[in-house]
């Protein structure tokens, strides 16, 4: 039996690595493939085109369009551009800003996110960031390294500063505001699988009923590729190269976090960027999580929940909130969700 790689290729910082088909044929006729560089990571989408596109014509017009997209949600939600509605807000110390419809929206969703993990997921963690630095500059989807492994009061101070209850959301006004001095909102956790969603959106709006859109390690299936079911690979945290096993997925998000993803290797100990801020040091329950949720939002929010949680406890998140996913513990056991079938990878 022919395999194949999918038409969007999952990419080395994606714990799904690589996504393989496992049925004869070359998927839909005409794709049209986007990839580019945005928010920290690389972006691609794979779209089939719609009956009356039969030349493909109107779906390569729309990968354009996914472009534009993740360019002007980058321009609002990131945290290294001086201009955009966050970098104003951590400017702003105490005083509200101004921030556009879709940001003041996003923080909705991550402070309720933050309540309802009583806080084990949450965008005020970016004072943390001063002292992991694990993030990734704009125009690159490589992460700074990790030179040194930050001192206990350095984590102390920072983790003082963190706290999504001090986020003022100003309904009437439009405005953020943040009340504890020295706090900064990072959207890292959450903004790439908004973005995945605004442009699946953008895409049914235009008739698009077959296609694949990926922020990192946050994507969005829909439909079908050439008549089959996308197949998506659950990468092995350990073992490079290797798959867990497959996931079928169809009008739904996938999403991982791993602790191999971006992480350094100090005096013999893992240090990674999925930070438990009970504690403000990297969370040692998992060695990842994968996510299966209705929207890209739900699905990165969830993988780093489940992922701080582990084991059952991670399943237990997910079935709460009508998710199944895979959990691999920090000793290796791989945990599933009851009813969530993973195919075997094969050779």
Request: hydrophobic letters at 45%.
């Amino acid at each position: 039996m022919k395999r194949w790689i999918l038409g969007f290729a999952l990419l080395p910082t994606t714990v799904a690595l690589p996504a393989r088909a496992a049925d004869d044929g070359p998927g839909c006729a005409h794709a049209a493939r986007l990839e580019v560089v945005a928010m920290g990571t690389q972006v691609r989408a794979t779209i089939c085109p719609r009956p009356s596109d039969a030349d493909g014509s109107a779906a390569q017009t729309a990968t354009k369009t996914v472009a534009d997209e993740f360019a002007r949600l980058e321009a609002l939600w990131s945290s290294w551009r001086p201009g955009s509605d966050i970098s104003r807000v951590n400017a702003a110390q105490g005083k509200a800003a101004a921030v556009a419809p879709e940001t003041l929206a996003l923080l909705r969703t991550a402070l309720l996110a933050s309540k309802q993990s009583a806080g084990l997921f949450d965008v005020t963690f970016a004072p943390l960031g001063e002292v992991w630095q694990f993030d990734t500059p704009p125009g690159s989807h490589e992460p700074t390294r990790l030179r040194r492994v930050p001192t206990k009061p350095e984590v102390a101070a920072r983790l003082a500063r963190v706290g999504w209850r001090h986020v003022v959301v100003g309904e009437k006004s439009g405005t953020l505001q943040l009340a504890r001095p020295g706090m900064a909102l990072n959207l890292g956790g959450i903004g790439k699988g908004a973005a995945v969603d605004a442009a699946v959106a953008l895409l049914r709006r235009q008739g698009f009923i077959d296609f694949a859109v990926q922020a990192g390690g946050d994507l969005y299936c829909a439909g079908h590729n050439g008549g089959r079911p996308w197949r998506v690979g659950i990468a092995h945290p350990r073992d490079k190269g290797k798959l867990l096993g497959l996931v079928l997925v169809r009008d739904a998000a996938f999403s991982t976090s791993g602790d191999y993803e971006r992480f350094a290797i100090i005096d013999g100990v893992r240090y990674h960027h999925i930070l438990d801020l009970r504690t403000g040091w990297p969370a040692t329950a998992s060695q990842s999580a994968t996510v299966l949720a209705k929207s890209a939002t739900d699905a990165e929010i969830l993988t780093k929940w489940a992922f701080i949680a582990g084991g059952q406890s991670g399943l237990d998140v997910l079935a709460g909130r009508g998710a199944k996913g895979v959990v691999v513990d920090s000793a290796g056991k791989v945990w599933t969700s009851n009813g969530l079938q993973v195919l075997p990878a094969g050779p």
